[in-house]
T-cell receptor, first 113, second 117 residues
Framework: LAKTTQPISMDSYEGQEVNITCSHN???????ITWYQQFPSQGPRFIIQ???TKVTNEVASLFIPADRKSSTLSLPRVSLSDTAVYYC??????????????FGSGTRLQVQP | KAGVTQTPRYLIKTRGQQVTLSCSPI?????VSWYQQTPGQGLQFLFE???????NKGNFPGRFSGRQFSNSRSEMNVSTLELGDSALYLC????????????????FGPGTRLLVL
């Protein structure tokens, strides 16, 4: 049972703003929302994390509506080096009954010159 | 501070063999999680260890096992290898156990690419 749903792929051009939306209808009250970036043959790298409303850092912004059933990662003025797979994470109940972070299928972003 | 290290980086095995992969977390981190990544299935959670105890387990067969040592280093073992076990195996560490409820960030290693022939 998928815990998060993201678009499989997105295309953009250099200098544009890119918004990637993730659906997490079963998010628990205390769950945080985390986004990771992964380049080929590398491990994922933390981008941003939030609980509600808006969070901004030097790399991206994260918008979370009041119902928290979705979130949007915003990448301002993308460059070719932003071509990567972006993963949205929330907590999920595991076999042990505990909640643990689990990755969704990811969104492959392709930035064109 | 050194990052997460994984050894070996590349490995070729044949069906039926077993393999052990190693992960050294960031100094001070006590949680180690393992993931399998394949083109078809994406990133899938295998298990998490914290203070030498398995805290969480994903939906993988019993051929996949792991352990964690007192220095937080972790090993993952796959027995009776199958062709479908060919994948990039990623290890991630964090200071506290992973739940969705806290702000823990996972730091990933470069992975071990396993090819089963």
């Amino acid at each position: 049972l998928a815990k998060t749903t993201q678009p499989i792929s997105m295309d953009s051009y250099e200098g544009q703003e890119v918004n990637i939306t993730c659906s997490h209808n079963n998010i628990a009250t205390n769950d945080y929302i985390t986004w990771y970036q992964q380049f080929p043959s590398q491990g994922p790298r933390f981008i941003i994390q939030g609980y509600k409303t808006k969070v901004t850092n030097e790399v991206a912004s994260l918008f979370i509506p009041a119902d928290r059933k979705s979130s949007t990662l915003s990448l301002p003025r993308v460059s070719l080096s932003d071509t990567a797979v972006y993963y949205c994470l929330v907590g999920a109940r595991m076999d042990t009954g505990r909640r643990a972070l689990t990755f969704g299928s990811g969104t492959r972003l392709q930035v064109q010159p | 501070k050194a990052g997460v290290t994984q050894t070996p980086r590349y490995l070729i095995k044949t069906r039926g063999q077993q393999v052990t992969l190693s992960c050294s977390p960031i100094s001070g981190h006590r949680s180690v999680s393992w993931y399998q990544q394949t083109p078809g299935q994406g990133l899938q959670f295998l298990f998490e260890y914290f203070s030498e105890t398995q805290r969480n387990k994903g939906n993988f067969p019993g051929r996949f096992s792991g352990r964690q040592f007192s220095n937080s280093r972790s090993e993952m073992n796959v027995s009776t290898l199958e062709l479908g076990d060919s994948a990039l195996y990623l290890c991630a560490s964090s200071f506290l156990p992973l739940t969705g409820e806290d702000r823990e960030t996972q730091y990933f290693g470069p992975g071990t690419r396993l090819l089963v022939l």
